[in-house]
């Protein structure tokens, strides 16, 4: 949490210029007096609280400067959210209009003009200037070329799936109108998927700033039940003027305040690129080889040593709880080099699902003209980097022994993901058909791995979105302890 706080406020502080740029991209309303308003009314809103709570002048003014210094983050991330919200509708519109435009006339030239009709904004204006490069660039590399415009503007690995396919049918030819509609129900999925998600963020969102308010509300119980008694039965417990009064309701608003611009700040989500740098990835490769992970192996091993032994000199020493607390820490650093490795093992196996259905795609448009195990040597160069190495073994032992099976079930099995592993042993009847047979079969083996996919990131959504309603329990906790403090003051004071 401290992590992802201290890098989402640096990020809002370097780029809060860019703030009136992106509501003009999200056509989000802007203005200066409206951002003042809403940080006026912040203030106002905290300063009646601290009033109420009968805070001092310096709790009032540390809770003020607190809500100063995150007031930029919670602006900036409420329209870099807007931002990503209209680019992720922006690629909706983009991606089915282009597949149906193509299916209609399979011309790559024709598909931009009919879907920059119906785009607005940045993304006509991105797709426009990818229509003048088409029709100016003279290179034979004129279609990469002027669509890597559109990929580099966005990102996202759907759009270079559906670039690659639809200029490899304008260049080879051949049957197509399946392949599209397999490709265009791999998008619907993710589209809805991704809407979703977006509802279920949102909802999430506005559940947390009602247990922020609901919070506030009953933490004044204590203030409330002191006057009560006051003014009834003239009996003065008043605890606000107590220091330890102070200092708790001052940690249970800053501890408020942080959770808000904490949910704000990491709840929120970039949808069109979910690929991970190739750095990130082959270092995560390494620890599930172990080739990193030996030397972490033996620094936990000589660091749970040490803390064992400061364990037993502060057990011997009759300080059993310091012991404890040292004792457990070591058993933790032992287990270190294992918990990071099954971290890594999750994501690469995140990668693995990504990267196999758009290696899977490349498969059918090499098979159009090619036979398979030519098809598989032609996807090395360009296929993604988690699976560059096991897919390098598959193309030597096919060459080594080209009849046998053996191949195909050790491909990717060192993943350990299930569904991916039955999915290549389906390849290798491939490689006993003819051509169209092999496109139809690869077809269906396609349109099989994206329905694993879109339940595997289904499942991998609501697992997210069941830590996140989880914290939205956290205000709940802070008031709980709030109420218990005042509560055991309010008792000692009246004894």
């Given at each position: ?355 196999f259905s758009e290696w899977l795609r490349d498969i059918v448009i090499h098979l ?44 990717m099995s060192e993943f350990g993901v299930l569904d991916i592993s039955s999915t ?53 906790i802070f008031v709980s302890l709030k109420i218990a403090a005042d509560m055991l ?7």
């Amino acid at each position: 949490m401290g992590y992802v706080m201290q890098y989402g406020i640096k990020k809002a502080y370097k780029n809060i210029g860019n703030i009136k740029n992106m509501a003009y991209e999200s056509k989000t309303s802007y203005s200066f007096w409206k951002i003042t308003g809403i940080a006026a009314a912040a203030f106002f809103v905290l300063g009646c609280i601290c009033v109420f709570y009968k805070m001092n002048i310096i709790c009032f003014a540390i809770s003020e400067i607190t809500v100063i210094i995150f007031m930029p983050a919670i602006i900036f991330y409420y329209y870099l959210q807007k931002q990503e919200d209209k680019r992720f509708n922006d690629v909706d519109v983009y991606i089915h209009q282009m597949a149906y435009s193509f299916q209609r006339n399979p011309k790559v030239n024709v598909a931009l003009e009919d879907t920059s009709q119906i785009l607005t904004g940045k993304a006509k204006k991105t797709v426009i200037k990818s229509i003048k490069r088409l029709e100016t660039e003279t290179s034979s590399e004129v279609y990469n070329y002027a669509l890597k415009i559109i990929e580099d503007e966005y990102n996202c690995p759907r759009i270079k799936t559906l670039h690659k396919l639809i200029v490899d049918i304008e260049q080879r030819g051949g049957k197509y109108y399946r392949s599209l509609e397999i490709l265009l129900d791999d998008f619907n999925c993710w589209v809805k998927r991704v809407y979703k998600y977006q509802d279920d963020i949102k909802q999430i969102k506005r559940n947390s700033f009602i247990g922020i308010i609901l919070s506030f509300v009953l933490a004044s119980v204590s203030v409330i039940i002191s006057r009560i008694l006051e003014d009834t039965a003239g009996i003065d417990i008043s605890i606000t003027n107590t220091l330890l009064y102070q200092v708790v309701s001052l940690i249970f608003i800053l501890l408020n305040i942080i959770y808000f611009v904490f949910v704000n700040v990491s709840y929120g989500r970039e949808w069109l690129n979910t690929d991970r740098t190739e750095k990130k990835i082959l270092k995560d490769m390494r620890i599930i080889s172990d080739s990193d992970n030996k030397s972490i192996k033996i620094f936990s091993i000589i660091t749970f040593g040490i803390m064992l032994a400061a364990a037993f000199v502060f057990l011997f020493a009759k300080n059993i709880p310091t012991a404890v607390i040292v004792g457990l820490a070591g058993i933790y650093m032992l287990f270190v080099p294992v918990i990071n490795r099954k971290k890594a093992l999750i994501r690469i196996q995140n990668d693995v699902y990504i990267s196999f259905s758009e290696w899977l795609r490349d498969i059918v448009i090499h098979l159009q003209d090619e036979p398979l195990q030519a098809a598989v040597r032609e996807t090395y160069k360009d296929c993604p980097v988690v699976m560059k190495e096991s897919l390098g073994r598959f193309i030597y032992e096919l060459e080594e022994t080209p009849s046998s099976v053996k191949p195909y079930y050790e491909f990717m099995s060192e993943f350990g993901v299930l569904d991916i592993s039955s999915t290549v042993r389906m390849l290798y009847s491939v490689s006993e058909l003819d051509v169209d047979e092999a496109d139809e079969m690869m077809n269906t083996i396609i349109k099989r791995n994206y329905e694993i996919i879109d339940k595997y990131e289904e499942n991998k959504n609501q697992n997210n979105l069941s830590a996140l309603r989880f914290a939205e329990y956290i205000p709940m906790i802070f008031v709980s302890l709030k109420i218990a403090a005042d509560m055991l003051m309010v008792i000692t004071g009246y004894l």
